[in-house]
């Protein structure tokens, strides 16, 4: 996964797995960051099913992630309108991922983001924060999940 900015308040959003690849627009009208690492921290946490949207003015990218023990399968629908129901959506990509992986995809995008940024040129870019509340608590739910230590970051895996 990756979050490019792409001018004052658009970003550009690739997701790819071994079989296919997506890229999404997202626009700053919602807290989208901060949405979708909730979510996957929710996830983590053992939820079963979370949902997480992009809007791209007019057009939405809407994430359902199931949970089963600790595998999760995300689908990944686009629809015209962002209040439209799941049934109005095409789906445009889906994978099945550890929850692990998961978890280490999405944190390794963001600290991405904010070394390539740094988080005064996110917001400049962005038009908001950088979400560091959100991606610590992704960070802690992932550590305790996986009793991963609690110190620093250069003990987190890389892949």
Not at 7 to 21: L, S
Request: proline content about 4%; overall charge negative.
């Amino acid at each position: 996964m990756t979050w490019t900015l792409d001018g004052h308040g658009w970003a550009n959003c690739t997701v790819e797995d071994q079989q296919a690849k997506v890229e999404l627009t997202v626009s700053y009208i919602t807290s989208a960051p901060e949405e979708f690492l909730t979510t996957v921290a929710r996830l983590v946490s053992g939820e079963t099913e979370t949902r997480a949207q992009f809007e791209a003015e007019p057009t939405a990218f809407r994430w359902i992630f199931y949970r089963h023990s600790d595998n999760v399968w995300i689908r990944l629908l686009q629809l015209p309108c962002g209040s439209d129901h799941d049934n109005k959506g095409t789906e445009i990509w889906s994978s099945q991922l550890h929850v692990d992986a998961l978890a280490r995809a999405v944190i390794r995008c963001f600290d991405d983001v904010a070394r390539a940024y740094d988080e005064s040129g996110y917001r400049g870019k962005w038009g908001e924060h950088f979400p560091r509340t959100e991606l610590e608590g992704l960070r802690r739910v992932w550590k305790v999940s996986t009793g991963a230590p609690s110190h620093g970051r250069s003990s987190w895996p890389r892949s």
